[in-house]
């Protein structure tokens, strides 16, 4: 009996000297956090008694960064149980403890940053970190998202002065039972890292928020970030706002609502689809005037587009022709007293047609006889009712008008000297550059992250959690640029999901290629770095020593 409790207290004693943490991808973030130096710069800016704290503001954001960028769907107020088993010393510094982070502590956090300033300390940020990244961010993307949040939070009441209304509007999420944010955001075209981030209430209108945020902040951009252009999507153009930006560059697209653009487009796409043919895109330049601002219009129309806009109006049309056949076989069934109140209701219908019309109509007599069976020759009937007789043919005039309607685009710019900004460019910088910002909203509402729907009670931790979501975008943004950058400069390549591979693979796809990554900690003082391999290395050391100290044993 000895010998065996004997052996149990050994086992367990074994047992005791080791520890397995799950290190992962998290390395890599907890890395470009410092390389950015963001805790830094946020724990200079926000006053705060260190003395008092175990975690500073800082390191509380340094920690959300983490958890929001874990994907694994962990709520704030799970933080102590996601970093249970993370190597937190190693992430966020000597003393740092997973109970140390918890609802308390992110939520005094979060307030803290609200009472600074939510947009000038992000700011602040991003413009350090696009120099730290050596990035020219001579384009800035505008545009906006929406997320659902849970609970009715301030929606019943007047907000007090510079908290957001969480309230109904139109809903990005296709959620309009919710309540919910809007989040805006300026993003540099390199490497998709958000120069400027804005919350606005549930019901805030683009063209409205494009507006104030020109008026409010580009000029001060330009001193920050030395932002020229300004590129975002129709809701940009409008008389009073490109007067506004009379002294800045921008581009955007005109809306159809505008009248001039419909007449353009119907004049010339025709033109353009013809040409269309094998090539991607065809496009016809010139200069006109609108709201007293010359500018240059590009009615661009590509192959893809075009072959969008067959897809959808065959879909379309033959729903609508089948709704107008059904309507038109049914008025055919009904019967008239007289030839005057047959010809008002066929007249009636063939107004309300827009993608048919009514072919070969006509008026026929139905008469009516006493018996049933043939008549005869010199019977007459005792009444004559009236019916209405014809085809339905589809409008090819009009479909065609949709078809190039939607085949072609307008892109306005207001620079109008072509050595700086060439038509090839422009349109480039609109549809690729928009899809950088279109990328980090798919980002932010990706499920596996952290928030997307937001679920803090108050407005004002829900204004300054939008800021951290954006620094995880951030964070996410410069890691992949900052990988990229490396492989293509050291003509380096990184396996990709086939197994091949590549020098432009995803942050999201090199964080799944690091997982399984475990520290094994023996006796509380040696740390071991187990299931890193060689590419795991050479990655890291073409980023550099931050990043391989970080995987690297210790004792």
């Given at each position: 009996?000895?010998?065996?409790?004997?052996?149990?207290?050994?086992?367990?004693?074994?047992?005791?000297?080791?520890?397995?943490?799950?290190?992962?991808?998290?390395?890599?973030?907890?890395?470009?956090?410092?390389?950015?130096?963001?805790?830094?710069?946020?724990?200079?800016?926000?006053?705060?008694?260190?003395?008092?704290?175990?975690?500073?503001?800082?390191?509380?954001?340094?920690?959300?960064?983490?958890?929001?960028?874990?994907?694994?769907?962990?709520?704030?107020?799970?933080?102590?149980?996601?970093?249970?088993?993370?190597?937190?010393?190693?992430?966020?510094?000597?003393?740092?403890?997973?109970?140390?982070?918890?609802?308390?502590?992110?939520?005094?956090?979060?307030?803290?940053?609200?009472?600074?300033?939510?947009?000038?300390?992000?700011?602040?940020?991003?413009?350090?970190?696009?120099?730290?990244?050596?990035?020219?961010?001579?384009?800035?993307?505008?545009?906006?998202?929406?997320?659902?949040?849970?609970?009715?939070?301030?929606?019943?009441?007047?907000?007090?002065?510079?908290?957001?209304?969480?309230?109904?509007?139109?809903?990005?999420?296709?959620?309009?039972?919710?309540?919910?944010?809007?989040?805006?955001?300026?993003?540099?075209?390199?490497?998709?890292?958000?120069?400027?981030?804005?919350?606005?209430?549930?019901?805030?209108?683009?063209?409205?928020?494009?507006?104030?945020?020109?008026?409010?902040?580009?000029?001060?951009?330009?001193?920050?970030?030395?932002?020229?252009?300004?590129?975002?999507?129709?809701?940009?153009?409008?008389?009073?706002?490109?007067?506004?930006?009379?002294?800045?560059?921008?581009?955007?697209?005109?809306?159809?609502?505008?009248?001039?653009?419909?007449?353009?487009?119907?004049?010339?796409?025709?033109?353009?689809?013809?040409?269309?043919?094998?090539?991607?895109?065809?496009?016809?330049?010139?200069?006109?005037?609108?709201?007293?601002?010359?500018?240059?219009?590009?009615?661009?129309?590509?192959?893809?587009?075009?072959?969008?806009?067959?897809?959808?109006?065959?879909?379309?049309?033959?729903?609508?022709?089948?709704?107008?056949?059904?309507?038109?076989?049914?008025?055919?069934?009904?019967?008239?007293?007289?030839?005057?109140?047959?010809?008002?209701?066929?007249?009636?219908?063939?107004?309300?047609?827009?993608?048919?019309?009514?072919?070969?109509?006509?008026?026929?007599?139905?008469?009516?006889?006493?018996?049933?069976?043939?008549?005869?020759?010199?019977?007459?009937?005792?009444?004559?009712?009236?019916?209405?007789?014809?085809?339905?043919?589809?409008?090819?005039?009009?479909?065609?008008?949709?078809?190039?309607?939607?085949?072609?685009?307008?892109?306005?710019?207001?620079?109008?000297?072509?050595?700086?900004?060439?038509?090839?460019?422009v349109i480039d910088l609109y549809k690729k550059g928009q899809q950088r910002v279109e990328r980090g909203f798919r980002f932010l509402k990706d499920p596996l992250f952290m928030a997307a729907s937001l679920f803090l009670k108050s407005a004002q931790r829900i204004m300054a959690l939008m800021m951290v979501m954006t620094l995880c975008l951030l964070v996410?943004?410069?890691?992949?640029?900052?990988?990229?950058?490396?492989?293509?400069?050291?003509?380096?390549?990184?396996?990709?999901?086939?197994?091949?591979?590549?020098?432009?693979?995803?942050?999201?796809?090199?964080?799944?290629?690091?997982?399984?990554?475990?520290?094994?900690?023996?006796?509380?003082?040696?740390?071991?770095?187990?299931?890193?391999?060689?590419?795991?290395?050479?990655?890291?050391?073409?980023?550099?020593?931050?990043?391989?100290?970080?995987?690297?044993?210790?004792?």
């Open positions: 009996m000895n010998t065996t409790i004997s052996r149990d207290s050994t086992t367990t004693s074994n047992i005791a000297n080791y520890a397995i943490q799950d290190l992962d991808h998290l390395g890599l973030v907890a890395g470009m956090v410092d390389e950015l130096k963001i805790v830094e710069t946020i724990d200079t800016l926000i006053v705060q008694d260190h003395d008092q704290r175990h975690v500073s503001i800082g390191l509380a954001v340094k920690a959300m960064i983490l958890n929001g960028l874990g994907f694994i769907q962990r709520v704030l107020y799970l933080m102590p149980m996601f970093f249970m088993n993370k190597p937190l010393e190693r992430l966020l510094g000597k003393g740092i403890t997973a109970e140390q982070l918890n609802d308390d502590t992110l939520g005094r956090a979060l307030d803290a940053i609200y009472k600074y300033g939510i947009g000038q300390l992000y700011s602040q940020i991003a413009a350090k970190a696009v120099n730290l990244l050596g990035l020219t961010c001579r384009f800035g993307h505008l545009d906006s998202t929406s997320f659902h949040t849970d609970g009715q939070h301030n929606s019943d009441e007047e907000p007090a002065v510079g908290v957001i209304h969480i309230n109904k509007g139109y809903s990005r999420d296709h959620r309009p039972d919710l309540n919910q944010v809007v989040l805006q955001l300026i993003t540099e075209n390199q490497a998709g890292i958000p120069l400027r981030m804005a919350t606005l209430s549930g019901n805030s209108s683009d063209q409205t928020s494009f507006r104030e945020t020109i008026s409010n902040h580009v000029e001060q951009m330009k001193v920050d970030v030395g932002l020229q252009y300004v590129i975002a999507d129709s809701a940009l153009y409008s008389e009073s706002t490109i007067r506004e930006l009379s002294d800045f560059g921008w581009i955007t697209r005109v809306p159809e609502t505008t009248t001039l653009a419909r007449e353009i487009i119907q004049s010339v796409s025709g033109e353009l689809m013809m040409e269309v043919g094998e090539k991607e895109m065809v496009y016809r330049a010139l200069c006109t005037t609108y709201g007293g601002v010359h500018q240059r219009w590009l009615v661009v129309c590509s192959r893809s587009a075009c072959q969008r806009a067959v897809k959808t109006l065959q879909k379309s049309h033959l729903k609508q022709g089948d709704i107008d056949l059904k309507a038109f076989s049914k008025l055919k069934r009904m019967e008239f007293a007289c030839i005057a109140d047959a010809q008002s209701a066929l007249q009636d219908f063939t107004n309300r047609l827009t993608l048919t019309m009514v072919s070969d109509a006509r008026i026929i007599e139905l008469p009516h006889f006493p018996k049933k069976g043939r008549p005869g020759k010199e019977q007459l009937p005792e009444r004559i009712s009236y019916r209405i007789d014809g085809e339905l043919a589809l409008r090819i005039d009009v479909h065609q008008h949709e078809l190039q309607r939607k085949s072609s685009f307008i892109i306005a710019t207001n620079e109008l000297d072509e050595q700086a900004l060439n038509n090839e460019q996410y943004s410069a890691l992949e640029y900052r990988i990229r950058q490396a492989l293509q400069q050291q003509q380096k390549t990184f396996p990709n999901q086939v197994g091949k591979t590549t020098t432009c693979p995803t942050a999201r796809w090199v964080f799944q290629f690091f997982s399984g990554i475990r520290l094994l900690i023996v006796s509380k003082t040696h740390e071991i770095v187990l299931n890193l391999n060689e590419y795991h290395r050479d990655l890291l050391s073409l980023l550099g020593e931050r990043y391989l100290a970080l995987y690297e044993n210790s004792t």
